[in-house]
């Protein structure tokens, strides 16, 4: 950016010049007596004096209008790389959630909003679109059990800690149970929670139904949304939502969800990219992969 000129010489000397003829307008005219005419000579050296003085304004202002056209283009170009870098903190904050609690981990993603939500999904939505509902179902119940909400009896029985509570209505069903893993997770799998789940993800076209309409399977922008979240740190509660059993970093709590088996889906390109028992994914025909 050039320096702006500095005027005033050019103001002073041009203001000098035109009084100078303006008096020598006045007193030739004033020694003629021709008043009438000395007024109007008046006139136009008055108007040439503003003249001037306005297109000495108008130099000076186009100057600096050239001058100050950088840095709103600076400005822009700095607000559009500060988004960009916001965009992408969001998305690396998936990765650095590790083995917080749920509702910690929510509230440290979206600045203590009590929706729980990373990027555009929870992690109800995020193990629906990567593993359908019974995704849901161990993605909430592990998430309980980690944060000492549930805890498992040697009988492999689940049961609440007392005082606990639920973050979503998901897991306040999870919280009911009194049953064996397998049950509980088939329970809560086919709770109504979670088909509002499904619901919502199906009206905001992240997840569409089969021309049959027995299976579910992520749209492209459902399965673009599970791209941007992982991957995800073993043994965080988007690690669970995004690789089931092989999400779980504690082997004890590994071991004991997977003694159950579940049944075979269509999301995520390998069924509803489920488990079995040893902890491999099931894939479309219901074989480990």
Known sequence: MHPEPDL???GRQARRRLRRRLGEGLGEHGSRGEEDQGG???SSLQEELHGEAGHLRDRGGGRREEGSA???ERDRRRRRREQQAREGAVLRSLQRLGPLPNHEAGRAASGGASSRRWC???RNELAYLSGGPHRVALAALVTLVLEGRMRLSYAGKLYAVAGATGGDPVEEIALLQRSTLPEALAA???HESVRAVEEDLIRRELVTRSWLGRFRRATP??????EQAGPAPRGSVV???LDGLAGISDEKI???????????????????GGWDATGNTLGGDGTPS
């Open 8 to 10: 005033r010489p050019q």
């Open 40 to 42: 109007s000579h008046t």
């Open 70 to 72: 950088a840095p709103p």
């Open 120 to 122: 555009a999904v929870d």
């Open 188 to 190: 809560v799998a086919g």
């Open 221 to 226: 922008a459902g399965r673009r949304l599970i």
């Open 239 to 241: 690690g669970v939502a």
């Open 254 to 272: 590994r071991r004991q969800f997977g003694g159950s088996r579940r049944k075979r889906g269509s999301l995520r390109g390998q069924g509803t």
